[in-house]
């Protein structure tokens, strides 16, 4: 694994990736080692946050690899499917889904999201955009909504 620290709006931000793909991206995380790697997968990801914090919509054209279960990879490949500047509630993901699914075993899935930002949790919302849980705290959510401009309820 190669990791590369990013600073931005919302503080520290640790990417990480392997030979071939980014498989985690957090925030508040230390930098294993103290060395930024300078691989290219890395740089793309910083050059993608960095036109993203800008407002800008940038393309994901980025490997993605998250490690989790299937379950937890088929909530994430719906949360890749949500626009820029809009939003989905838990609800209407495990509807999706095609079974029988609580929100809450969704919201479980989407906080396990090891990709945040790039797998956009942040644009999920609780029924009629209600504000709820964000994994990094709701003032970073809203900063995160705000930035896209999608409208949120308190």
Not at 34 to 40: R, T
């Amino acid at each position: 694994m190669q990791y590369r620290e990013y600073t931005s709006p919302l503080g520290n931000i640790l990417l990480q990736c392997n030979d071939h793909a980014l498989t985690g991206l957090w925030l508040d995380r230390e930098l294993p080692g103290g060395v930024n790697s300078e691989e290219p997968l890395l740089l793309r990801a910083q050059a993608w946050l960095d036109a993203y914090f800008r407002g800008e919509n940038p393309v994901l054209d980025l490997p993605l690899e998250p490690e989790g279960t299937a379950f937890q990879k088929e909530v994430w490949q719906i949360l890749l499917t949500i626009p820029y500047g809009s939003s989905m509630t838990y609800g209407e993901i495990a509807a999706r889904l095609g079974r029988r699914m609580s929100a809450q075993a969704v919201g479980g899935a989407v906080g396990r999201n090891p990709i945040a930002l790039m797998i956009p949790c942040h644009r999920v919302l609780g029924v009629k955009g209600a504000l709820t849980g964000f994994g990094y705290g709701l003032e970073r959510k809203k900063q995160l909504l705000d930035l896209e401009k999608i409208p949120y309820r308190e």
